[in-house]
DNA sequence: ATGAAAGCGCTAACAG
DNA sequence: CTGTTAGCGCTTTCAT
């Protein structure tokens, strides 16, 4: 069976003795066309199964209701949770979504640009990968409008919307602190991302605020393979590896914030080989709230990141953009996380 | 600063006073063109930023370069690698992705078929809902040839690659067998899938060959919100509510298979507050080898799903049915999975 | 080797 | 209210 031809609003306007014209305005709602006329045409299109073609719209029209999304690793929870958020709210607005993954290579990075600027994407939405190269001003000088999601770029002046990363660090930091940590290590990416950077500022804060010692020992960071393929962003591979190293100094940490939850993971493994315990001996607190952390033993404190509001607001923001009628000034959004208190930072009965 | 209006291979003719026809031609690297004129053009092309618009060529060649992955949900890990795979392959070829969540709705699912026809894709990875409903008959119709990603729709001829779910099953269920478990129970998803389907069967002829009991208190559902959206796609919460049932039953099971490993990590914490232990008393094997699974205590055998593979197997094939050489007859493929054995189905050493 | 003309499917502007 | 004309940017005949 050959497949069927796509329908076309000539064939509406043929078998219905109409100029493809009415027939146009007929389907889009436009009055101008008598009512009955309208139904017949809609009918028509119902019957043999009309679908307009977005392509031949866009080409007159100037928007095509689709926007870019690039994100580094679909394999990140919080950004499997931010597609989620992005793609469901630019559909209730009646926009598709192009997705492209970068992998945290600034080659691909480069290669986005170009393919979202051949698919004419009436705006984008971009986890930047923060290398050496910023292509995203070409998109925007193209009329497409970016807004940066989750990674800031320090020093451009353009739209962004993500979580406060600093906050949620002071937060987990002073958590751990109230409950007695005099000794506080911060696990980080070794990505030279805002992000990190800004977890670190708030973990260097909470730490000065309690007048509690603040060195470049405080902050280790575990290396992450980038322009790899890897399906997981941060593997708790290395994370074990640099926990053990901070488990054997002799000036053992009290507790340990980690910059997210898989790291953690690692963490506890290299816990659990030197018979210490979370949290009598050693608490820990995570970032990110990944759908694991509450099962693991014992169950991981961690910063909750709120991806729901961050994937609808970069939307809505982006989409306002599109429409042009806003201030131009660049917004920077940070929506604050939240600590989850769970069993690894918990203080137990002195029985 | 206003945008710069997008440039035109016009803009590139009339600069070089050529035709609009020659400089096309010299772009898409046909002959007839003079190398002088194409270093020229190519040049000239540089210069101003020229990008194609894809839409323009898709209106006169019928192809977008776009392929359509419709996904359930991305926050189930094995999407997200496959969106992963799906991506990157897609990208090597030469395509775009239109992403769609369809959250396990059909309604949504109808729209996605709508979203995709419009947008005029060259073919679609899809994995469907498997509701009441069929909608994807009708892009196949529309001459859109679609690929059944991991779920395979039972009775409807069309291509299909995935994973040995039964094989998964039965290797998951031999090896507690082997390790001297008499009284297994599976836990699955109580999703009408062909994926569940799989399991069940494999997890049955497993019991079988052994000469185990298996009857129907052998499979235990863990309930699945459906038509929620819900960023995790099954709740640990809920397996551990399951787990508990099936632990204080009277001839408690010695060892469980479960269908994702989400659901092990509700299982142990079950098997934990009744102070059982794992491998000791219970073993356990999940499925899935999400990234926390080698992580938790004790690590998780797991069966590990061949998510690069499978991805890569369907866009393959979606470019065969989309270039059309290809005999029509539907292909079925399904790739084998592995299993992972860990701490948690290890005999330890009788000392 | 290059140009002119036509048309992909659709919408906007202008007539009637 | 409806039809005609024109054009979005590109590629494919068909001429030259």
Redesign the pocket.
Same mark, same amino acid.
């Given at each position: 069976m050959p497949p069927v #031809?796509? +329908?076309?609003?000539? $064939?509406?306007?043929d078998s219905l $003795?109409?100029?493809?014209?009415?027939? /146009? #305005? &007929?389907? &889009?709602g436009? $009055?101008?066309?008598?009512?009955?006329? +309208?139904a017949l045409v809609r009918a028509e299109a119902e019957r043999i199964g009309?679908?307009?073609?977005?392509? &031949?719209? /866009?080409?007159?029209?100037?928007s095509v209701m689709m926007l870019g999304l690039v994100i580094t690793n679909p394999s990140n929870p919080f950004y499997a949770q931010l597609i989620h958020a992005i793609e469901l709210r630019g559909r209730a607005k009646g926009y598709s979504l192009l997705l492209v993954v970068s992998d945290e290579s600034e080659e691909y990075e480069a290669r986005a640009v170009d393919s979202l600027l051949r698919s004419g994407v009436d705006g984008a939405i971009v986890v930047p990968v923060q290398g050496e190269t910023n292509p995203w001003g070409q998109l925007h000088r193209m009329g497409v409008p970016v807004v940066f999601l989750n990674r800031d770029l320090p020093g451009v002046e353009r739209d962004f919307v993500g979580t406060d990363n600093r906050l949620g660090a002071r937060q987990a930091t002073e958590h751990v602190i109230a409950r007695g940590a005099r000794s506080v290590v911060l696990m980080e990416e070794d990505l030279p991302i805002t992000t990190v950077r800004e977890r670190v500022a708030g973990f260097t804060e909470a730490m000065a605020s309690a007048g509690l010692p603040c060195d470049e020992r405080s902050v280790v960071r575990v290396p992450t393979r980038r322009d790899e393929q890897m399906a997981l962003p941060w593997h708790p591979d290395e994370a074990y590896a640099v926990a053990q190293a901070i488990l054997d100094r002799p000036d053992r940490p009290d507790a340990v914030v980690v910059g997210n939850d898989f790291y953690a993971l690692g963490l506890y493994r290299a816990l659990a080989e030197r018979g210490l315990r979370v949290p009598d001996d050693v608490l820990v607190v995570g970032f990110g709230d990944y759908p694991f952390s509450e099962f693991v033993a014992p169950p991981l404190s961690t910063v909750r990141l709120p991806a729901e509001e961050v994937g609808a607001a970069a939307v809505d923001l982006l989409l306002e953009r599109i429409v042009g009628s806003a201030d131009p000034t660049p917004l920077k959004r940070s929506f604050a996380p939240t600590l989850v208190p769970r069993g690894s930072t918990e203080r137990r009965p002195t029985s």
């Open positions: #031809r796509r +329908r076309t609003l000539r $064939d509406i306007a $003795d109409l100029s493809v014209n009415t027939v /146009s #305005r &007929a389907l &889009a436009k $009055d101008s066309v008598s009512e009955y006329t +309208r009309y679908v307009p073609n977005l392509h &031949a719209r /866009s080409l007159v029209l100037g």
